[in-house]
């Protein structure tokens, strides 16, 4: 099926007035225009969202949608001449979802931090949704880019499904392999506080509890320099002086994984 359309100029000049036909072959996606454009030695430029073309006739394909074209005349012997018209055109069908992931292979962070876009997909109005057969901290799973920690050395699967929210039928998914090397001992951990006695007291816990881990405290108090130690799994401390700044470290050792980390 073929839809013919005629735009003519409300912009010109007395000497020159632009104007166009275009042609779309809906089977294909190509559009014909041509320019219909008065005047003496017409010079026809016409302008897209990514490309100047020059001449009379010109043919391409575009994706389904709205695109802006504009055709600019002006006359190689007169000087007078200048007309414009622009329009967008509306090329019938649904943009195809195309599902990619990015992802660097060595994170250049800290070991078993990978960080995951799904940017190279292509489509329009896309909303994501991750798949991570392991690791933590992969969240929001509907961020188009987020960040998976891994804490043991393996071959994991990482899945991304795009779909056009208003058009459920355009959908892809993609999946690719991460190969992790090194095993990651992942030294985080919260606290809560007890504040309500005059000295508060500080209940601190890791993330990571594996088995093999060895847990190493410190506890710096900054105005003395003076320094604590617990090789707890999960501490107390009570800090004597509610006004006393402490830095807090942890290091965690793994025997079995062979991994370090503070």
């Excluded at 294909?28 to 100047?52: A, C, H, K, L, M």
Aim: glycine content about 6%; overall charge negative; hydrophobic content about 35%.
């Amino acid at each position: 099926m073929a839809i013919t359309c005629l735009l003519i100029s409300a912009r010109q000049s007395m000497a020159c007035q632009a104007s166009f036909t275009y042609v779309i072959d809906t089977a294909t996606r190509s559009v014909t225009f041509t320019s219909t454009s008065t005047g003496t030695n017409p010079y026809v430029q016409w302008r897209f969202i990514d490309e100047w073309v020059y001449g009379n006739t010109y043919t391409r394909q575009f994706n389904p949608g709205y695109h802006y074209v504009c055709l600019y005349l002006t006359s190689s012997t007169d000087t007078s001449c200048h007309s414009t018209v622009c329009d967008s055109i509306f090329i019938p069908g649904s943009v195809p979802c195309h599902a990619s992931i990015s992802y660097p292979i060595n994170n250049g962070t800290k070991p078993g931090i990978y960080f995951f876009a799904g940017y190279p997909s292509t489509g329009a109005n896309l909303v994501y949704d991750w798949t991570f057969s392991g690791g933590t901290e992969a969240w929001p799973l509907s961020s188009p880019a987020l960040k998976n920690r891994y804490l043991d050395a393996g071959i994991y699967t990482v899945c991304l499904t795009v779909t056009n929210i208003l058009d459920s039928t355009c959908h892809d998914d993609t999946c690719v392999t991460v190969v992790v090397d090194t095993p990651y001992c992942y030294a985080n951990y919260t606290f809560i506080a007890d504040t309500s006695l005059v000295s508060p007291v500080y209940y601190f816990h890791p993330f990571n509890t594996d088995s093999g881990n060895t847990y190493l405290w410190t506890f710096t108090n900054v105005a003395t320099g003076i320094v604590d130690s617990s090789t707890a799994k999960s501490p107390t401390k009570i800090i004597t002086n509610n006004t006393a700044y402490v830095m807090v470290c942890l290091t965690i050792t793994n025997s079995i994984k062979g991994c370090t980390e503070t």
